[in-house]
Structure formats: structure tokens, C-alpha cells
């Protein structure tokens, strides 16, 4: 039986990043785990920025962490980090390895062909150095099918299919 203790989710605000948030705490509740939700941010040192480097941390934290909600925090032990690097998927595995995490969860945004070679991907990456599973999701989501939506389907096909 798959035991999953603590999971991680990786978000950067996105639309993808939103429904792997959907995923890890969905997860982490079916499995009776905590959840770890973690933002990477871009190092600001040596590179213009807009305002304080402290105010955009602070205001960046608090983003985080309206994305859980109190029950998260209740029956997840639901926990937010902000991490700053010029490395997001290195922080992630590094995240991942420190606090012995069974399963990270991630968007992808699917990127191919130029922009993939340009801009790489911080999911491929992540999935090349994990020291766990990586769930990749990406937008729109499709849901998982649970055994109750199985007993519900109705056959319309000789022979059993659907």
C-alpha cells in the first residue's frame, strides 16, 4: 500500500499552478498527509526591481498563503514556504529532500519546440532530480476517476465498453 506522509505542492500563481494545489490537497486529504506548499521566488539581487525587494517578499508571502484556507491548515497541517533562487526546480528538490517529502505535485504549462528550448522546464527538471514521485498537472486538469464515478458509468456499447 502506497504511503504518503507529507506532500509538496510548487506553485507560481499560475492557472496550472492553481489546479496542482487542487490535486495535493485533495490527495493529501485521502491520504491523511501534510501539505507543503511552496513558492519559489526569483533572486532580486543585481536585477532592477520594482519598489522593496522586502515589500515584494512580504507581499509575495502573502499571497501564499491565501491560497490555503484555515481547513488546510486544520486537517492538512497545511504549511507555506517562500523560497528565494535564481534555481526553482533545484529549490524544489532541495525543499523536497530537507523535509523528507513522499510525493510533489506540480503544473506544467506544456511548453514545446522553441519556447521549451529557451525557457527549459522547471517540471522536467524537477522530474529528472526528485527523490520522490512527481505528480505533473496540467490545464485544463481532467479529474481523477474515483471507484464511485466507476460503479455510475453506464455501458452503451455491446461487449461491455462504454
Given at each position: 500500500m502506497i504511503q504518503l506522509k507529507q506532500i509538496l505542492v510548487a506553485t507560481?500563481?499560475?492557472?496550472?499552478?492553481?489546479?496542482?494545489?487542487?490535486?495535493?490537497?485533495?490527495?493529501?486529504?485521502?491520504?491523511?498527509?501534510?501539505?507543503?506548499?511552496?513558492?519559489?521566488?526569483?533572486?532580486?539581487?543585481?536585477?532592477?526591481?520594482?519598489?522593496?525587494?522586502?515589500t515584494l517578499k512580504t507581499a509575495t508571502l502573502g499571497h501564499l498563503l491565501d491560497r490555503l484556507t484555515d481547513d488546510d491548515r486544520l486537517a492538512l497541517h497545511a504549511t507555506a514556504a517562500l523560497e528565494t533562487s535564481d534555481d526553482p526546480a533545484g529549490e524544489i528538490v532541495k525543499y523536497a529532500k530537507t523535509h523528507a517529502v513522499d510525493l510533489i505535485v506540480l503544473g506544467t504549462h506544456g511548453r514545446g519546440g522553441v519556447a521549451h528550448l529557451l525557457l527549459g522546464s522547471v517540471a522536467e527538471k524537477v522530474v529528472r532530480t526528485a527523490p520522490c514521485p512527481v505528480l505533473t498537472v496540467r490545464h485544463p486538469e481532467r479529474a481523477f476517476i474515483t471507484p464511485d464515478a466507476l460503479d455510475t458509468t453506464v455501458n452503451t456499447q455491446p461487449g461491455g465498453r462504454p
Open positions: 507560481d500563481f499560475s492557472e496550472v499552478s492553481t489546479a496542482a494545489i487542487d490535486y495535493g490537497c485533495d490527495l493529501a486529504r485521502r491520504f491523511g498527509a501534510s501539505l507543503h506548499l511552496l513558492h519559489v521566488m526569483e533572486n532580486p539581487f543585481l536585477r532592477p526591481t520594482p519598489g522593496d525587494p522586502h
